[in-house]
Nanobody, 127 residues
């Protein structure tokens, strides 16, 4: 059974950094486009960023552009979300997701394009 398992969440002060990891239990990880989403209390799940299956393309929501970075290590079947200059409004549960049939080397933005989701990890940024 294929699973995505996030780790690395926690409590950090505003201006600090965290790195989230998402480990996938699949032998075809290098053909899966990966994305990160977040959901704050009382709000809808929103796209944070994505990385293509090759790792050559990334995309980010405007709210995190310039502060967050995504990378992947296909040898370790793991994708990372590096979050810098964190703000209280970044507080949310963060989910990684995998699109197992991406169009070419795309970075999907829409939640419905993803086939598998992790359980989420809490990130709390204090002011």
């Amino acid at each position: 059974q294929v699973q995505l398992v996030e780790s690395g969440g926690g409590l950090v002060q505003a201006g600090g950094s965290l790195r989230l990891s998402c480990a996938a239990s699949t032998r075809i990880f290098n053909s899966v486009a990966m994305g990160w989403f977040r959901q704050a209390p009382g709000k809808e799940r929103e796209f944070v960023g994505g990385i293509s299956r090759s790792g050559s393309r990334t995309s980010f929501a405007e709210s995190v552009k310039g502060r967050f970075a995504i990378s992947r290590d296909n040898a370790k079947d793991t994708v990372y979300l590096q979050m810098n200059s964190l703000k209280p409004e970044d507080t949310a549960v963060y989910f990684c997701a995998g699109d197992f049939w991406p169009a070419d080397d795309a970075t999907p933005w829409e939640a419905h394009e993803y086939d598998l989701w992790g359980q989420g990890t809490q990130v709390t940024v204090s002011s």
